[in-house]
């Protein structure tokens, strides 16, 4: 009886030690070597994550929140933004964990893209049930409410989500049961109604390589484009896996045809599976699957983001899905970063460098000083007609009102007399 009581006693203690230790590692993360994943200078492409529910409240959320606060400037909800989430009843809406991600995103100078409006899946049965019209309705009524509740403050949407099946038929969903194709084009136009300044995306997987799904997929989008539906982007979700191959060149392919549709690429859920413990060469392998992409990304002027299903092992969705596959991301659970991480931040740099406009700095001297107020003036007096800078024309348009005139001028002048220290066209 004793015995027993003392080994359970230390049982106990291991455990304790354990999770301490555990903890600690946690705690002690350190940073990656190089430079954060959102401060290469890639284009001006956005590098974002999605965050689970919670994610303020999980036992880690300060380390969580202090690695995805150095490492990326892009969020998504995994799950509070879906249907089911926000209308579990009908016309009864719900923001609060919405609201909270998107807060903890403005007060730290995240971009939110909102997940997901019109989907077959995480949407209650009483839209399901419903017929024809009383569906449409329905539909209407999401997009204004969710869409209206974040007006001006999501700038990204995927409106529709996952509407084909593998083999490139239309899902067999009870949307396309309900109002056949068009309920994708009725969803578009809604939601540029409901916020006419958000991108409106739509967001699949297995769309990566050419085939019937992205055919498909390409198929519908140019008759979006060729009917002026408001569609703005291809949501490339690139989910991954290392037992399946993967053609970088055809993957190239792939995006160029979408972005001659005139649409903006979106990578919006990459993550590439491994096996459940990986080996190091499986590692090795994931990391040359983010980096092959990345490279094709990099080197497409159309892709605006790249984001991640999560960054830390320790919340990925892979081995609650995927029987025998896990580890899928950039950080390890105990947030140490990966391979694949050093193979995201290899590709990232591949990018072309782009500097931000400096509003004023109108000689590209990397300030604004008293010559760029005399360069101004000699532009508005008609004795020069451009200037010095290669930006020079759009970083003297310091309103951003698409010319140059006398109230550029007027700003330029209080700016430097200090009466205002930065202009209406800085974000
Ligand atoms: C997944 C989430 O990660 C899980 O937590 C949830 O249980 C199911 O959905 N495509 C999508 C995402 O568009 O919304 C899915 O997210 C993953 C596949």
């Not at 949407?123 to 449409?136: C, D, G, I, K, R």
């Not at 459940?276 to 990304?297: F, G, H, T, V, W």
């Not at 391979?339 to 740099?349: D, V």
């Amino acid at each position: 009886m004793k015995r027993k009581s003392f080994k359970s006693l230390s049982m106990a203690l291991v455990v304790f030690m354990t999770a301490t230790m555990v903890f600690s590692a946690t705690v002690a993360a350190a940073t990656p070597s190089g430079t954060r994943l959102k401060d290469i200078p890639a284009n001006g492409v956005l590098v974002g994550t999605e965050f689970p529910s919670g994610f303020n409240t999980m036992s880690d959320a300060a380390t969580f929140l202090n690695v995805a606060k150095s490492e990326f400037n892009m969020v998504t909800a995994e799950n509070c933004m879906k249907w089911d989430a926000t209308e579990p009843s009908q016309n009864n809406f719900t923001f609060s964990e919405g609201d909270k991600l998107l807060n903890w995103a403005q007060s730290n100078n995240f971009k939110v893209h909102g997940h997901a409006l019109v989907w077959h899946s995480q949407t209650p049965h009483w839209v399901q049930n419903l017929n024809a019209s009383a569906m449409e309705a329905a539909m209407y009524n999401h997009i204004d409410k969710v869409m209206g509740h974040y007006k001006g403050k999501i700038p990204y949407w995927d409106v529709v989500n996952e509407a084909f099946e593998d083999n490139g038929t239309y899902r067999n969903s009870f949307w396309y049961r309900a109002l056949g194709k068009s309920f994708i084009d009725k969803a578009f136009v809604r939601a540029h109604a409901a916020d006419p300044n958000a991108k409106l995306i739509y967001n699949d997987y297995n769309l990566e390589y050419t085939g019937n799904k992205s055919n498909t997929a390409y198929n519908m989008l140019k008759d979006l484009k060729s009917k002026g539906i408001p569609v703005d982007g291809i949501g490339f979700q690139m989910h991954l896996d290392i037992q399946y191959k993967i053609d970088y060149d055809d993957f190239a392919k792939n995006m160029q045809r979408f972005a001659d549709l005139g649409l903006e690429i979106y990578i919006t859920e990459m993550d590439v599976r491994v096996p459940d413990r990986p080996s190091q060469s499986d590692l090795k392998m994931q990391a040359s699957y983010y980096e092959n992409i990345i490279k094709k990304c990099m080197a497409q002027p159309a892709v605006k983001a790249i984001q991640v299903w999560g960054f830390t092992d320790k919340y990925s969705w892979v081995p609650g899905t995927f029987p025998g596959r896990n580890d899928a991301l950039i950080f390890d659970r105990n947030y140490n970063p990966k391979p694949s991480y050093y193979a995201m931040q290899a590709a990232l740099a591949t990018g072309p460098i782009v500097h931000p406009i400096l509003y004023g700095d109108l000689d590209g001297s990397n300030s604004i000083d008293a010559l760029d107020f005399a360069l101004m003036k000699q532009y508005l007096l008609g004795s020069i007609t451009k200037f010095p800078s290669g930006a020079g024309m759009v970083a003297a348009d310091v309103n951003a009102s698409g010319t140059i005139d006398a109230l550029d001028f007027a700003l330029m002048k209080q700016y430097l007399l200090g009466s205002i220290t930065k202009f209406p066209a800085d974000k």
